[in-house]
Nanobody
Framework: VQLQASGGGLVQTGGSLRLSCAVS????????IGWFRQTPGKEREFVAS????????IFADAVKGRFTIPRDNAENTVYLQMNNLKAEDTAVYYC???????????????WGQGTLVTVSS
């Protein structure tokens, strides 16, 4: 399974950005997809995840109510829609594929490269 994250960039505080995670190589609908983020000197942290069927989503408390995680099985893509961005959302964002929806990094088997999001105040 290959994952390609894209859509990062520079945005002002309060703005919006949509990240994309394109998945190839295996049956996309067999995998839950998660987003994680990491800033320099810190461990990677969970952001959001969506189940294989799109029936369940979970979010970190820090982004709940501001981020959504739409999934398009026809396009083999999961998005991370980020609204009302804050300076503390600045990070490299990674998408990952696993068998089950989870907040735990080690439960994901495949990872994409990161995409940098910078929120300026």
């Amino acid at each position: 399974v290959q994952l390609q994250a894209s859509g990062g960039g520079l945005v002002q505080t309060g703005g919006s950005l949509r990240l994309s995670c394109a998945v190839s190589g295996r049956t996309f609908s067999n995998y839950a997809i998660g987003w994680f983020r990491q800033t320099p000197g810190k461990e990677r942290e969970f952001v959001a995840s969506i189940s294989r069927s799109s029936g369940t989503t979970i979010f970190a408390d820090a982004v709940k109510g501001r981020f959504t995680i739409p999934r398009d099985n026809a396009e083999n893509t999961v998005y991370l829609q980020m609204n009302n961005l804050k300076a503390e959302d600045t990070a490299v964002y990674y998408c990952a594929a696993g068998r089950y929806i989870s907040r735990v990094e080690r439960t994901y088997d495949y990872w994409g490269q990161g995409t940098l999001v910078t929120v300026s105040s």
